[in-house]
């Protein structure tokens, strides 16, 4: 069997499976012997558990999924009130029993043609986004939020074929936390360029992006670190969030150890630059899994600072559920390593309904038609993708 | 031992781990103190936090309570505290400055910083005194290199300081130095 018969035979196959970007490749987890449905009960014990598992010294030895926005809410101890949505689970993890190393080209073409509908709804217009927009403003005024992003939801009734979504999107947005799943009732296509949390032993570290440039042909790099430099708004948003991880990290780690290893580069994907610090620790003795969990999400950077007062902040504004939009995919091993990535730039389809949220940021100095138009733009890469 | 009052603030830890370079940390929420752990510190640090000093009564009574009898530190809404329960006024400010590194100035021949000197440090701030402030004890030692804004207060007589600017962040120059000095007062 190829590799490249591989994602035709398991798409036919009907089974679950997950597919994640490597440095190099995919990893490709499915045969799973084991579905973890979370709520707001079994979360904490599910988590401490997974490293009491056995170790078989196997790849496999691990569950990788999501949690969805609200249960990572809860896991800190911010409550949100019952909201309108799909009644999407608030998370799921699975037990892989194969792993398959996939290269970085992904080749499938569905063999039936499945037309997908190309028109989405978006919950709020420009008018009612001005109206959040200048509520928070007021709100940065009196010092409540220093920062904060609103979401915007646009939504479809379709049939997706999810692996050719995704083949073509990675196609077109190839991304370092590129990942998707396919489970009976549902599938996650996501290009999100974010990761939150890499643990290996006992070091930590996240990279949060704050800034994003499009790609023209007169930029290159120099020119993008340059335009990232000298825009203040942008410098002000990446600093605040730089310190905001500095201080999840510090609640983990051990004093001194928090480091910024890479501070304010620019890196290139193919349409776009992103201004990017990587921070790390040493992890202190004792911090487990869920530790780390509630220090680090959700994650910052989408949220807005300071993350508590912000998040009730939100919570009281969106009448709408996020489910997995600003949660968090990837996998803890059975060893205790991790890395998960922040859901964003995600297509959620749930029994033939699709989301596709999206959100930018309201600082004292930023503009609401120009972040709407952002918005806009940050869900066209994925609206393309239906046709 | 240091005790640290947590406004929910996201870069309190940052100055739990900058405090922890010279002595034995405790930190808790506003609203979950310690009081048997406080009442043993030598030091309290009111952390940053969103809002106004006025939202948080418990911490102006330990403000009230430990006044003159254990040094006292305040950092950016710690700093207003301070100020708040000394009869200052925080107001809204028309600028405001969030992530924003800026160049203060030592102000005064009374501080534990020598006079004139310039340096860059990292700022988070809504709100600023309103002045002209006054309090027995207490004088303005900072500013504000262009807006001359109120960036730092000492009472060296019972041992209580106040940082309007974050010494903490990675966008202030020699915050451990600064620190280092005040805890050594």
Known sequence: MTKINYLKEIAESKKPFIIYKTKKGFDLFTDFSKKVILTNKNIQSFINKISKNKLRRKTTDLFIGFFGYEILNNLIGVKIKKQKGLKFPKGIFYKPETKIKLANKLNYKSSKLIKSNKIFKVNLNKNSYEDIFNKFKKKIKSGETYQIKICTKYKNNSKIDALDFFCRLTKSNMAPEAFMIKDKYYSIIS????????????????????????????????????????????????????????????????????????????????????????????????????????AMMPGGSVIGCPKISTLNLLNAQEKES??????????????????????????LNYKNNSEISVASGVVIDSNAKHEFNENYIKAKALIDLYK | ???????????????????????????????????????????????????????????????????????????????????????????????????????????????????????????????????PFAAKNFEITMRCAISNVAMAIENNKEKIYGFQFHPESFLTENGNLLIKKILSA
Do not use: W
């Open chain 1, 322 to 347: 996020r489910n997995i939009y600003t949660g968090s995919f990837g996998y803890i091993k059975y060893n205790g390593d991790m890395r998960f990535n922040i859901i964003i730039r995600s297509i």
């Open chain 1, 191 to 294: 290009c999100s360029p974010e990761n939150l949390i890499n643990k290996k032993n006992d070091i930590i570290t996240t990279k949060p992006i704050a800034g994003t440039l499009k790609k023209t042909k007169k930029l290159n790099k120099i020119k993008a670190l340059a335009f990232f430099k000298k825009n203040i708004k942008e410098s002000k948003e990446h600093n605040m969030i730089v310190d905001m991880e500095r201080s999840d990290l510090s609640r983990i780690c051990e004093a001194g150890s928090v480091k910024i290893l890479k501070k304010k580069i620019v890196e290139e994907y193919k349409d776009l630059y992103h201004y990017v610090s990587l921070i790390g620790g040493k992890l202190k003795n004792n911090i487990s899994s869920l530790d780390i969990i509630k």
């Open chain 2, 1 to 131: 031992m240091i005790y640290i009052i947590d406004h929910k603030d996201s870069f309190t830890h940052n100055v739990v781990h900058q405090f922890e370079n010279f002595d034995d940390v405790t930190c808790h929420n506003y609203n979950e103190i310690n009081e048997n752990k406080l009442n043993k510190s030598k030091v309290i640090v009111f952390s940053p936090g969103p809002g106004a000093p006025k939202n948080y009564p418990i911490s102006s009574g330990v403000y009230k309570k430990f006044k003159g009898k254990k040094k006292i530190i305040g950092i950016c809404l710690g700093f207003q505290q301070i100020l708040h329960c000394e009869k200052g006024e925080i107001i809204e400010q028309k600028k405001i400055y969030h992530g924003y590194q800026s160049k203060i100035k030592v102000t005064s021949d009374n501080s534990l910083f020598k006079n004139n000197r310039e340096f860059n440090v990292g700022r988070y701030h809504s709100l600023k005194l309103k002045e």
